[in-house]
C-alpha cells in the first residue's frame, strides 16, 4: 500500500528524489492506494498525472475530472 504523509493542514509532506533539486517521479497504480483513492491533499508544487491504462476520476477543488488512458492533468500549486 502506498501512503500520502501529511501535515495537520492537510499539506502533503513530498520526499524528494534528490535534496539539491525538488523533484520527486513515481510510477503507481491506483490499486495500490487504501480503497483506490489517495486522500485529499494539497503541496506547493505543481503536479502531472498520466493515465498509462484504463482510467481515474481525479477531484480537484470539488470538481471531479475523468482522465482516460493516454490522457493526462496538470495541476497547479496549492
Do not use: C
Not at 501529511?6 to 520526499?15: A, F, P, Y
Not at 487504501?34 to 498520466?50: G, K, R, V, Y
Request: glycine share 4%.
Amino acid at each position: 500500500m502506498i501512503s500520502v504523509d501529511l501535515k495537520d493542514d492537510r499539506s502533503e509532506i513530498v520526499h524528494y528524489d534528490f535534496d539539491e533539486y525538488p523533484i520527486y517521479i513515481r510510477k503507481s497504480m491506483l490499486s495500490s492506494y487504501h480503497n483506490f483513492e489517495a486522500p485529499p491533499h494539497w503541496h506547493d508544487d505543481i503536479e502531472l498525472i498520466t493515465v498509462l491504462q484504463g482510467k481515474m476520476e481525479y477531484n480537484v477543488n470539488g470538481e471531479i475530472v475523468t482522465i482516460q488512458q493516454d490522457e493526462g492533468i496538470f495541476i497547479n500549486s496549492r
